[in-house]
């Protein structure tokens, strides 16, 4: 089993639609959380941290259920320009960061 | 801020030839890691840095690859020799703490023939 899993994808959705994705970690002893956005042939960016308590960046929000382990991400709206792969990652206490394969969303006209 | 300066952005390379990829971190970030991606295995986590010293190595393949940082404002991961399954894109990247999220820098697309 995968340290961290998200959703295998790929997403298609239309603008203005709801889009949701979820990851899976295995470890336990995860300290910090991620998401971060891939364009194509680019680097990763990070997009927005995940806290305990939830947390909203505009159109985004993000929660993490720790009895459950797992994160997920809600992107609100979505716009053509929101059409990357999103990537999942999770931090142990030693500070190793895992990142997830990723799953890809295309938003279409 | 220049962001993570990576150089070179590409470099193709003849097996057995030796590779040095660079990186410049954001200035006054203690951590640096080094990844490669690539379409079957996604982002591996390569080897990780604080206050220039590494703190685990456990994602270097093998012997061929080697990793310093002789300040804080440097870092270079070489490979030798290389060989066609080098090839990869190997990013750089920077955090002003290892719990904090990163800053990547553009990479290197690393081709061995």
């Known amino acids: 089993r995968k340290e961290v899993e998200q959703d295998p994808g790929p997403f298609n959705v239309p603008e203005g639609a709801t889009v949701a994705f979820n990851c899976t970690y295995s470890?336990?002893?995860?300290?910090?959380f991620f998401w971060y956005r891939q364009d194509c042939r680019k680097e990763p960016k990070l997009l927005m941290s995940?806290?305990?308590s939830g947390n909203e960046d505009g159109r985004f929000t993000a929660q993490l259920n720790r009895a459950s382990q797992y994160i997920s991400l809600l992107i609100r709206d979505s716009k053509l320009s929101d059409s990357a792969t999103y990537l999942c990652?999770?931090?142990?206490?030693?500070?190793?960061?895992?990142f997830g394969d990723g799953t890809t969303l295309t938003v279409k006209p | 801020d220049a962001g993570v300066i990576q150089s070179p952005r590409h470099e193709v390379t003849e097996m057995g030839q030796e590779v040095t990829l660079r990186c410049k971190p954001i200035?006054?970030?203690?951590?640096l890691f080094w990844y490669r991606q690539t379409m079957m295995r996604g982002l591996e986590l390569l080897i990780y840095?604080?206050?220039?010293?590494?703190?685990?190595d456990s994602g270097m393949p093998e012997d061929r690859f080697s990793a310093k940082m002789p300040n804080a404002s440097f870092s270079t991961l070489k490979i030798q020799p290389s060989e066609p399954r080098d090839s990869a894109v190997y990013f750089c990247?920077?955090?002003?703490?290892?719990?904090?999220?990163?800053?990547f820098g553009s990479g290197t697309r690393l081709t061995v023939v």
């Open positions: 995940v806290y305990s």
């Open positions: 840095f604080n206050n220039n010293v590494p703190i685990d």
């Open positions: 200035s006054g970030h203690n951590s």
């Open positions: 990652v999770v931090n142990t206490n030693a500070g190793k960061s895992t």
């Open positions: 990247a920077s955090s002003p703490d290892r719990y904090y999220g990163y800053t």
């Open positions: 470890n336990s002893a995860s300290q910090s």
